[in-house]
């Protein structure tokens, strides 16, 4: 059974920092593009930032290009995503998620539709 697990999450103030885990097992992800998405209250989830499979290829949204980091650890079958200068908008619950596909490609997509497999969430909370 395929599961991702994701971990880290907390409250924080806003300029603060944190770092989300996610922990596969079930599969290797090692030749799978991972993902990061958040769904704030009352909003859609939306993309955060991706990377390809062998880590050498990144992706972010907009809002928080420059503040997140994304990486992999390919041995541990993990991904994080490190998070600084953390905003009040970006309180959501984070998702991690790995592509339906296997891919040695440095193309990555923030369409939540390439990816197949999701955690059960972690919550992020900044407070001003």
């Known amino acids: 059974q395929v599961q991702l697990v994701e971990s880290g999450g907390g409250l924080v103030q806003a300029g603060g920092s944190l770092r989300l885990s996610c922990a596969a097992s079930?599969?290797?992800?090692?030749?799978?593009?991972m993902g990061w998405f958040r769904q704030a209250p009352g909003k859609e989830r939306e993309f955060v930032a991706a990377i390809s499979w062998s880590g050498s290829g990144t992706y972010y949204a907009d809002s928080v290009k420059g503040r997140f980091t994304i990486s992999r650890d390919n041995a541990k079958n993990t991904v994080h995503l490190q998070m600084n200068s953390l905003k009040p908008e970006d309180t959501a619950v984070y998702y991690c998620?790995?592509?339906?596909?296997?891919?040695?490609?440095?193309?990555?997509?923030?369409?939540?539709?390439?990816?197949?497999?999701w955690g059960q969430g972690t919550q992020v909370t900044v407070s001003s």
């Open positions: 079930g599969r290797t992800f090692s030749t799978y593009g």
């Open positions: 998620a790995a592509e339906r596909q296997s891919r040695r490609t440095t193309q990555l997509s923030g369409n939540q539709s390439v990816y197949g497999y």
